[in-house]
Nanobody
Framework: QVQLVESGGGLVQAGGSLRLSCAAS????????MGWFRQAPGKEREFVAA????????YYADSVKGRFTISRDNAKNTVYLQMNSLKPGDTAAYYC??????????????????WGQGTQVTVSS
């Protein structure tokens, strides 16, 4: 059974930092892109960042570029999202996701087959 488990969310003041982790089990994801998405109350799920299987290519939403960094450790089957200079607008539930196969459009939620349960990030002003 494939499982993605996020951790590291919490409450932080504006300008602060958090590091999210996503531990995968049930299969190896080392050959596939991994993504982070977020969803605020009343809004659609939106793309945050993605990383290629090797870690050599990273993709970011314009809203987080320069503040967030995605990375992965394939030996640990874990993906990370370092979030710096957090803003109240970053408040959302954050989800990691993985596809069943390759060749996906990394920014589209529908391209991903496996999702974690989410971790809440709340940024106070």
């Amino acid at each position: 059974q494939v499982q993605l488990v996020e951790s590291g969310g919490g409450l932080v003041q504006a300008g602060g930092s958090l590091r999210l982790s996503c531990a995968a089990s049930g299969r190896t994801f080392s050959g596939y892109v991994m993504g982070w998405f977020r969803q605020a109350p009343g809004k659609e799920r939106e793309f945050v960042a993605a990383i290629s299987w090797s870690g050599g290519r990273t993709y970011y939403a314009d809203s987080v570029k320069g503040r967030f960094t995605i990375s992965r450790d394939n030996a640990k089957n874990t993906v990370y999202l370092q979030m710096n200079s957090l803003k109240p607008g970053d408040t959302a539930a954050y989800y990691c996701a993985a596809p069943r196969s390759g060749g996906v459009v990394v920014s589209r939620p529908a391209e991903y087959d496996y999702w974690g349960q989410g971790t809440q990030v709340t940024v106070s002003s």
